[in-house]
């Protein structure tokens, strides 16, 4: 399964974008999809998770401005941010697991760059 992410750019602090992650493949089935970010100098971090079943999850620095979500088998999630702040430039990855018959795996999209500007 190959995960898509797109809708990265610049911005300037106090707007918004939409992130994408389009999976393709053939013979799976997501079970949760999250988004994770990479600030320049520092660890990749949880964003926000979203499983099959419509449980989300947000790291408290995003919660109130960002919402995850996606289509019904979660093939495509969204990321959108509102009120971005400098703090949230760095590179936003998508993640997923899914399954092929019984066996779980964890597959990365290749990461977009967001950039907020003060």
Sequence with gaps: ???QASGG???QAGGSLRLSCAASGSSFSINDMAWYRQAPGKQRELVAGLTRGG???YADSVKGRFTISGDNALKTGYLQMNSLKPEDTGVYYC???YYRGSIKYNNWGQGTLVTVSS
Excluded: S
Aim: hydrophobic share 40%; net charge neutral; aromatic share 0%.
């Design 1 to 3: 399964v190959q995960l």
């Design 55 to 57: 449980t989300t999850n």
């Design 95 to 97: 993640n997923a697991n």
């Design 9 to 11: 750019g610049l911005v």
